[in-house]
């Protein structure tokens, strides 16, 4: 078993053909068949199946393990790099997308200045879309909403934000002479996050015990369509700080909710496996940008 074998394994999973996998690897094609075919052999199991180009059961269950080991090649060089003071080479890191909007910037201006032979790829997704990314190596790190839910993964809290609902203007909710409170929130239909989403966990686990149920106008899977039909003026939706643009913030009306917890944001990577040297320094990165308080939105409370 070699490494181009399980290169072109998961290059036909990611790009979903024979070809497209090859033109990936810059091969032809038949190097990429003969390779998955060898490890076919030694595996004593089909992996694709040839009409569709689908992986197999057992193909599913090689690619897993197969990005693994890949991980850990990036890994070993990026390493023994890094034993001569020269931290280079990938890291993978997903985030939410409201996070993303304000850190990824910083990230930017702080990673060549820190590490500038390390180079940095970012994917945006929803907590509940990164995590199955960070468990199968397909991702070094996530910025995600706390807690995880997968068991292969472990995480940090960084910073915890502020809850806010955005009430379009008129609204009812607007207009009442005393503070907002839960049971205000539970009178009106809101856009929600979908049921199962880490966001909508934490409103029915604060909301239950006090028998409130929150009313959706619609469930959304997706903070940044939420508040984008918040800002429309559509419904009032509770969001973190973060959401509200800087470029609105003037515009919107964003108003506290007594009882409402606040969200806890944190760094996830694989329990199991040593991170490499790259994925190490830009964790330790992650911690002293959110720390340093020039340029961070406000509502952030960095964890020490």
Same mark, same amino acid.
Request: proline letters at 7%; hydrophobic letters at 45%.
């Given at each position: 078993?070699?490494?181009?074998?399980?290169?072109?394994?998961?290059?036909?999973?990611?790009?979903?053909?024979?070809?497209?996998?090859?033109?990936?690897?810059?091969?032809?094609?038949?190097?990429?068949?003969?390779?998955?075919?060898?490890?076919?052999?030694?595996?004593n199991a089909p992996l694709i199946d040839r009409s569709d180009g689908s992986l197999t059961e057992e193909g599913t269950a090689a690619v897993a393990?197969?990005?693994?080991?890949?991980?850990?090649?990036?890994?070993?060089?990026?390493?023994?790099?890094?034993?001569?003071?020269?931290?280079?080479?990938?890291?993978?890191?997903?985030?939410?997308?409201?996070?993303?909007?304000?850190?990824?910037?910083?990230?930017?201006?702080?990673?060549?200045?820190?590490?500038?032979?390390?180079?940095?790829?970012?994917? &945006?997704?929803?907590?509940?879309? !990164?995590?199955?990314? %960070? =468990?199968?190596?397909?991702?070094?790190? $996530? /910025? +995600?909403?706390?807690?995880?839910?997968?068991?292969?993964?472990?995480?940090?809290?960084?910073?915890?934000?502020?809850?806010?609902?955005?009430?379009?203007?008129?609204?009812?909710?607007?207009?009442?002479?005393?503070?907002?409170?839960?049971?205000?929130?539970?009178?009106?239909?809101?856009?929600?996050?979908?049921?199962?989403?880490?966001?909508?966990?934490?409103?029915?686990?604060?909301?239950?015990?006090?028998?409130?149920?929150?009313?959706?106008?619609? &469930?959304?899977?997706?903070?940044? !369509?939420?508040?984008? %039909? =918040?800002?429309?003026?559509?419904?009032? $939706? /509770? +969001?973190?700080?973060?959401?509200?643009?800087?470029?609105?913030?003037?515009?919107?009306?964003?108003?506290?909710?007594?009882?409402?917890?606040?969200?806890?944001?944190?760094?996830?990577?694989?329990?199991?496996?040593?991170?490499?040297?790259?994925?190490?320094?830009?964790?330790?990165?992650?911690?002293?940008?959110?720390?340093?308080?020039?340029?961070?939105?406000?509502?952030?409370?960095?964890?020490?």
């Amino acid at each position: 078993m070699e490494i181009r074998h399980l290169q072109a394994l998961t290059a036909i999973s990611d790009h979903g053909t024979f070809s497209a996998a090859a033109e990936h690897l810059g091969t032809v094609q038949s190097n990429v068949s003969a390779h998955v075919a060898r490890l076919e052999k030694e595996l004593n199991a089909p992996l694709i199946d040839r009409s569709d180009g689908s992986l197999t059961e057992e193909g599913t269950a090689a690619v897993a393990r197969a990005r693994r080991i890949l991980s850990e090649v990036d890994a070993l060089v990026s390493d023994v790099a890094a034993c001569k003071d020269a931290v280079s080479g990938t890291v993978r890191v997903g985030t939410i997308g409201t996070t993303g909007r304000w850190l990824v910037p910083r990230l930017m201006d702080a990673v060549p200045a820190r590490h500038p032979d390390l180079h940095l790829v970012v994917v &945006e997704g929803t907590t509940t879309g !990164l995590e199955p990314q %960070l =468990a199968t190596g397909q991702l070094d790190l $996530a /910025v +995600l909403h706390l807690p995880v839910a997968g068991r292969d993964l472990v995480s940090r809290l960084l910073f915890e934000e502020d809850l806010l609902v955005v009430v379009p203007e008129g609204h009812p909710l607007g207009e009442l002479e005393h503070d907002l409170t839960l049971v205000d929130l539970a009178r009106t239909e809101l856009l929600l996050p979908s049921p199962g989403t880490s966001l909508r966990n934490e409103l029915d686990a604060v909301t239950r015990p006090f028998g409130i149920t929150l009313r959706p106008a619609a &469930e959304i899977d997706g903070l940044r !369509l939420i508040a984008s %039909l =918040a800002f429309e003026g559509i419904a009032p $939706a /509770v +969001l973190p700080a973060t959401a509200i643009p800087s470029f609105l913030r003037d515009r919107v009306r964003a108003l506290p909710v007594a009882g409402l917890p606040q969200r806890r944001v944190g760094v996830a990577q694989r329990s199991r496996g040593l991170p490499s040297a790259p994925t190490r320094a830009l964790f330790d990165l992650l911690r002293t940008v959110v720390s340093e308080e020039h340029g961070r939105p406000p509502g952030i409370h960095p964890v020490v």
